[in-house]
Structures are given as structure tokens and as C-alpha cells.
């Protein structure tokens, strides 16, 4: 069974992992400058964006379609950029709007049923805000959303970017975005945070798990012709094994440079790392802006949940089976 949950948690764990590049910036209502963005992308540091967007929030609006009569409301956003940056692999059918383009929408699925009775609504109009726009893209999600291109001259209220592979630093990219959009910011979400701590979690899990069945496996030993030696031959082999996968884990888990102190017994920096991170997951979880986001923390938050309970079951079956290796022991010593 704890094989089986360890599988169901590396899923997990790869699918918190898919938004280790996810990087938003939220600022003040209409904060960000149409010009600001435009100077970030034309810029040298723009190289170390895989893609980015500022987006707008304009609420909550009615949809309409005026082919079927049926109207919905949704979550409005005005967006400059690349909504990839924002979407990732959300999108269901179609295609994401290019910034050149005026005149055309995103809508989530539900929605496009809503209004049209089918799942890939791309190619049909709706209406909003006394403007048509012709639906280029159906993004999956729970929420009920419409993307529009911004209009010349826009402010926006936030910036996401999708970091590229290589770019370790988090807090560069945001030193970057704070110099072209302002420093003035409130929440960050670092997608680099949720899956490389979702990774540490599944290794300590498995490094658990791999000490209790070398310590179940030493038990069983103590009943051949030489006890004592293959006992705690497995049972040390176990611990080291148990070791190493955690310090594995730790060095594959994309942890950055902004996770690291300049030296070990810095424990100032740790407790601001820990107040900074707790603060920030407390943020994430009482409102996720996009869908993506919503994937990211429930992701997480099974792994480390899940991860937690199967580590504490994997211990207290250890610890149950090194207290029966030493009453073994001492049976074989009173003889």
C-alpha cells in the first residue's frame, strides 16, 4: 500500500513540478505602464524570459452569444504579452492570441458550453463590454474567464513570466521586473518554491520508506544462521541508502541560489526564509488569481499533506521494527 501511495505521490509531485518556471508579480490597481512592459521586452534581460505578460483584472462581466441567445458571466482580464506566460499548458483547443492581434478573446471551457453547447467553441463570436471578439482559444479550468488583448495606452495590475530552464534565481527575475515595473509590489508566487519543496517532500517520503523495508528486511535476517552481522549489514545499508536519496533529492529538487546562506549557521536567514514563505503560501492559499495557479498550490498542498502522513506511517514502522530487532537481540543474549 505505501508503494502504491509513494507512486500516487510521485504524480503529484511531477504535476506540482510543471509550474517550476511560473513566476507573477502583483502590483496596484493600474500600476504597471503600458510603456514599463514594453521596455522590459525589448531589453537584454528579456533573454532570460522564456515568455512574459502584464495583465488587468476588469472583473466580473457579462458573455454573450448572439448566435444562441445565452448569455454567462465571467472573469474579465485585459492582457498584453504572451498569455502562455500566464496559461502555460491550459490550453485546451485552439490557439493563444498573439499581441498584434485586436478583436479576439480566450474563454474556458465551461463557458464556451455554456454558450454554445460545445466544448471547442474557436472561430465564434461573443460579445462583452459592447464589443465582439472572436474566440481564438478554450483554456480547461474551473473558472469562469474571458481574456481580451489590452487596448493601446492600458495599466495593468500584475506581471507573469515563465522563466527559462536554466535561469536559477528567482529573485534576479524579480529584481528585473522591479526595475522596469516598480519595486512598490505586493505578492510574489514563485512556482520554483512549490515544486522544488514538493520534490524535497517526495524524497524524504521515499528515503522513509526505503529505511523501513531495509529494517523489515533486517528483521527477517535475524532469524538466519548469522543474525547479528546481516542485521545490522541491512539495517545500516538502509540509513546510508535513506541518506543519500534526501541529499539527492535536495540537490535535484531546483532549489535556487536564493534558498541557499552564505554560510550554514546563518540562522537569521532561515527564519526570514521561513516567515517569508509561510506568509506567502498563507497568500496563495486564500486566493489564487488563474487556474494555473490553483494547479500549483493543490499540487503542493496533496504532495506535502500526503507526504507528511506517509513519512510519519514509514517511521513509526521503522521504529516498531527496531524495537523488535533489539528485544531479538536480547532474547538471543539471555540464552
Not at 500566464?86 to 492581434?101: I, N
Not at 471551457?109 to 463570436?125: P, Q, R, S
Not at 482559444?137 to 495590475?157: H, N, Q, R, Y
Not at 544462521?225 to 539527492?248: D, E, F, N, Q
Request: glycine share 10%.
Amino acid at each position: 500500500m505505501l508503494i502504491l501511495a509513494d507512486l500516487w505521490l510521485l504524480s503529484r509531485t511531477q504535476a506540482s513540478g510543471n509550474h517550476s518556471g511560473y513566476l507573477s508579480v502583483r502590483y496596484g490597481e493600474g500600476q504597471i505602464l503600458e510603456d514599463s512592459f514594453d521596455q522590459l521586452v525589448d531589453s537584454e534581460e528579456a533573454k532570460k524570459l522564456a515568455s512574459a505578460a502584464v495583465w488587468k483584472d476588469n472583473g466580473r462581466e457579462e458573455i454573450s452569444a448572439e448566435q444562441t441567445g445565452r448569455k454567462e458571466k465571467a472573469d474579465c482580464y485585459s492582457m498584453k504579452g504572451q498569455p502562455e506566460a500566464v496559461f502555460g499548458k491550459t490550453l485546451r483547443s485552439g490557439r493563444y492570441f498573439l499581441s498584434s492581434e485586436t478583436g479576439v478573446c480566450l474563454l474556458d471551457e465551461k463557458t464556451a458550453i455554456a454558450l454554445f453547447g460545445v466544448k471547442d467553441a474557436t472561430g465564434n463570436e461573443v460579445k462583452t463590454g459592447g464589443k465582439t471578439y472572436r474566440i481564438t482559444g478554450i483554456l480547461s479550468g474551473e473558472d469562469a474567464v474571458c481574456i481580451i488583448p489590452a487596448e493601446k495606452g492600458s495599466t495593468f495590475d500584475g506581471v507573469t513570466v515563465r522563466r527559462k530552464s536554466d535561469n536559477k534565481s528567482v529573485q534576479s527575475v524579480v529584481s528585473i521586473l522591479e526595475v522596469y515595473m516598480g519595486g512598490s509590489h505586493g505578492e510574489v508566487i514563485d512556482g520554483q518554491f512549490y515544486s522544488a519543496t514538493a520534490k524535497i517532500v517526495f524524497a524524504v517520503n521515499l528515503a522513509m520508506l526505503c529505511a523501513l523495508l531495509c529494517t523489515a528486511a533486517s528483521v527477517v535476517a535475524g532469524k538466519t544462521t548469522k543474525p547479528a552481522v546481516l542485521s545490522r549489514s541491512l539495517s545500516g545499508a538502509g540509513w546510508i541508502m535513506a541518506l543519500l536519496i534526501i541529499i539527492l533529492g535536495i540537490a535535484f529538487s531546483g532549489l535556487g541560489r536564493d534558498y541557499l546562506p552564505t554560510y550554514w549557521s546563518d540562522f537569521e536567514f532561515y527564519s526570514n526564509l521561513w516567515k517569508t514563505k509561510t506568509e506567502a503560501v498563507r497568500m496563495l492559499a486564500t486566493f489564487q488569481q488563474f487556474w494555473p495557479e490553483q494547479q500549483m498550490y493543490n499540487s503542493w498542498r496533496q504532495v506535502v499533506g500526503a507526504g507528511a502522513a506517509l513519512v510519519g506511517i514509514a517511521a513509526l514502522g521503522t521504529l516498531y521494527r527496531i524495537v523488535v530487532i533489539q528485544r531479538c537481540r536480547l532474547k538471543r543474549i539471555i540464552k
